[in-house]
């Protein structure tokens, strides 16, 4: 309970940036701050929801702050993709609807890529069992964190 209350104030945080998202208002640098912070809140919660011994906790930093580096640039990403879709929304042509779902499709491969690769990583240096709770706490995160940019950002007409 106490990780979902966490994880809960990690969505609120992200909230803040759905307005950004939908209005594209938000200056880079700021874009940048609210991503390290997610990423800062995010990696407490995972570090607390994963129970880890202290050899574990070692050897499973490393990998999880790589994978929180290649994270961000995704996550910005998806602030690039959210800012086009935003700036092109009420001249919506073909070409660029079929830009936009190129690009999405590729984040989203490009995400289950990066949990896949850090899964195998994991799996040489922590129980299986582990692994599999890594991917499930960070699908839990990563889908709360989700909610409000999704809700923000409207249908295409």
């Known amino acids: 309970m106490k990780n979902f209350k966490i994880a809960l104030a990690a969505t609120a945080l992200l909230s803040v940036a759905a307005p950004f998202a939908a209005q594209a ?11 390290a912070q ?7 919660v995972v570090l607390k929801a994963m129970a880890l011994d202290d050899a574990q906790l070692t050897a499973f930093t490393p990998i999880y702050d790589t994978y929180q580096a290649d994270r961000k640039k995704l996550m910005e990403r998806g602030v690039d993709l959210v800012t086009a879709y935003s700036s092109n929304y009420d001249s919506m042509t073909d070409d660029a609807a079929k830009g936009l779902l190129k690009d999405w499709f590729k984040l989203k491969d490009d995400e289950v890529s990066l949990v896949k690769s850090t899964s195998k990583k994991l799996d040489k240096v922590l129980p299986t069992s582990k692994v599999l709770r890594f991917v499930q706490v960070e699908n839990k995160l990563n889908t709360l964190l989700s909610l409000p940019g999704i809700q923000a950002v409207p249908l295409a007409k």
């Open 38 to 44: 997610i990423q800062s809140d995010k990696r407490a």
């Open 25 to 35: 208002q938000a200056t880079h640098d700021e874009t940048q701050q609210l991503i």
